[in-house]
């Protein structure tokens, strides 16, 4: 299993900040984000991906998957992310969630999505990167596994499969669904994110949201049943790339001390 470190709350780092910084706390990698706003816009994806990869390689990190707002092929630059990641050697991507609209849309929504995951499948085959639809909890489409197998059932398994959130998992799914969830993909398995969550009150209320939401929290703070989810992962022998996702809402250097005790604890497990 290959460690990196979602890039989402390192954004003020350069490359070479970012390299270093990573291998400092002991991570072979990172997933990077290729997105508007992330380390990299997707229109200069061609100039800067392989700068990227280059200058983090020279810090000994690898780029071990990227994370994407692509939903489509037909999205602008969406083919150019695609096949430029492939070329630079980049395994796995991210695709952008994709929202449950609300009560009455299931079935239309998730046969839209599965078509557009068709579209996409062909570009992955042809650049070799591979896509992950992640597990999301609330108003996804990710918040139910079943629903998401049932969604890439006609692709090619060895192109689209499943980027499995423990975090979100467990929220959905805090007692015994997360596992049986997992066991359901675990042959569609490509990627892993890794972070505790906890629900928690909040006044603003929405169409989308009730009050309830999911809060990332430290390792071993939250629903995650870290001792048994480590031995799935183990009899799984799971080899692909597992993203720490560390979104706390603090500074980027409390984030860094934060991800430093993470690591510490899931080292300990595995």
Same mark, same amino acid.
């Given at each position: 299993?290959?460690?990196?470190?979602?890039?989402?709350?390192?954004?003020?780092?350069?490359?070479?900040? &970012?390299?270093?910084?990573?291998?400092? &706390?002991?991570?072979?990698?990172?997933?990077?984000?290729?997105?508007?706003?992330?380390?990299?816009?997707? !229109?200069?994806?061609?100039?800067? %991906?392989? !700068?990227?990869?280059?200058?983090?390689?020279?810090?000994?990190? +690898?780029?071990?998957?990227?994370?994407?707002?692509?939903?489509?092929?037909? !999205?602008?630059?969406?083919?150019?992310?695609?096949?430029?990641?492939? /070329?630079?050697?980049?395994? =796995?991507?991210?695709?952008?969630?994709?929202?449950?609209?609300?009560?009455?849309?299931?079935?239309?929504?998730?046969?839209?999505?599965?078509?557009?995951?068709?579209?996409?499948?062909?570009?992955?085959?042809?650049?070799?990167?591979? /896509?992950?639809?992640?597990?999301?909890?609330? +108003?996804?489409?990710?918040?139910?596994?079943?629903?998401?197998?049932?969604?890439?059932?006609?692709? *090619?398994?060895?192109?689209?499969?499943? =980027?499995?959130?423990?975090?979100? /998992?467990?929220?959905?799914?805090?007692?015994?669904?997360?596992? $049986?969830?997992?066991?359901?993909?675990?042959?569609? %398995?490509?990627?892993?994110? @890794?972070?505790? $969550?906890?629900?928690?009150?909040?006044?603003?209320?929405?169409?989308?949201?009730?009050?309830?939401?999911?809060?990332?929290?430290?390792?071993?703070?939250?629903? @995650?049943?870290?001792?048994?989810?480590?031995?799935?992962?183990?009899? %799984?022998?799971?080899?692909?790339?597992?993203?720490?996702?560390?979104? =706390?809402?603090?500074?980027?250097?409390?984030?860094?001390?934060?991800?430093?005790? *993470?690591?510490?604890?899931?080292?300990? &497990?595995?």
């Amino acid at each position: 299993m290959e460690l990196c470190m979602f890039s989402k709350r390192l954004q003020e780092l350069s490359f070479k900040e &970012l390299g270093r910084t990573l291998k400092e &706390l002991g991570f072979d990698g990172v997933d990077l984000t290729v997105r508007s706003g992330g380390h990299i816009k997707p !229109e200069e994806v061609r100039d800067k %991906l392989p !700068e990227a990869k280059e200058i983090l390689a020279s810090q000994g990190i +690898n780029i071990s998957m990227i994370t994407t707002a692509i939903r489509e092929i037909g !999205e602008p630059h969406a083919r150019d992310v695609l096949e430029t990641a492939g /070329a630079q050697g980049v395994g =796995y991507f991210k695709l952008r969630p994709f929202r449950y609209e609300g009560f009455g849309t299931l079935k239309q929504s998730m046969a839209e999505v599965s078509a557009k995951l068709r579209g996409i499948e062909p570009v992955c085959r042809e650049s070799g990167i591979r /896509a992950g639809f992640q597990t999301h909890s609330q +108003n996804y489409l990710g918040a139910s596994v079943p629903h998401i197998l049932r969604m890439i059932e006609d692709c *090619d398994p060895q192109w689209v499969g499943v =980027y499995y959130d423990i975090g979100h /998992a467990a929220v959905e799914g805090g007692h015994a669904a997360w596992r $049986m969830n997992l066991d359901d993909v675990s042959e569609r %398995l490509f990627m892993l994110a @890794v972070k505790d $969550m906890k629900l928690v009150r909040r006044e603003v209320k929405s169409v989308r949201y009730s009050g309830w939401r999911g809060e990332v929290v430290p390792f071993g703070d939250g629903l @995650v049943d870290w001792k048994e989810f480590a031995a799935c992962i183990k009899q %799984l022998k799971f080899d692909g790339p597992c993203s720490f996702h560390s979104e =706390y809402e603090v500074s980027m250097d409390k984030v860094i001390e934060q991800t430093r005790k *993470d690591m510490e604890f899931f080292r300990a &497990l595995f």
